[in-house]
């Protein structure tokens, strides 16, 4: 059974990304479709896969990470406006039945992001 996962580290400060705000779409034709929000729990993670089973099928997905309001709740000082905002991720899913897990490892000036397992 196919799933998609994504957790988010924070660089910056060494910890989990507590309480990101998460916005997942998947890539049409006409534009994107909104699926899912969701926001992160104490350990940077989801608390259920984005997707799972029948919901997840081949296409393109776009994630996005709300670090800007996360980094002004840690305490931060972000230009205005901020370098990192909003973070979109644009990936593919070939297989709908494996596991996709897309983390974030984020700082206020930058970030990476790989295919995890």
Do not use: W
Not at 21 to 49: C, F, Q, S, W
Not at 79 to 85: K, N, Q, T, V, Y
């Amino acid at each position: 059974m196919g799933r998609l996962t994504t957790h988010v580290l924070d660089t910056a400060n060494g910890c989990p990304g507590e309480g990101i705000h998460i916005t997942l779409y998947r890539v049409t034709e006409g534009g994107m479709t909104l699926l899912k929000t969701a926001k992160t729990n104490h350990d940077g993670r989801v608390d259920a896969p984005l997707l799972e089973g029948k919901e997840l099928t081949e296409g393109h997905y776009v994630i996005e990470f709300a670090v800007g309001d996360y980094f002004r709740t840690q305490g931060a000082t972000l230009a205005d406006p901020a370098f990192l905002d909003i973070i979109p991720i644009r990936f593919g899913v070939a297989d709908a039945g494996a596991h996709y897990h897309v983390p974030l490892l984020v700082s206020p000036y930058g970030y990476s992001t790989y295919r995890g397992s």
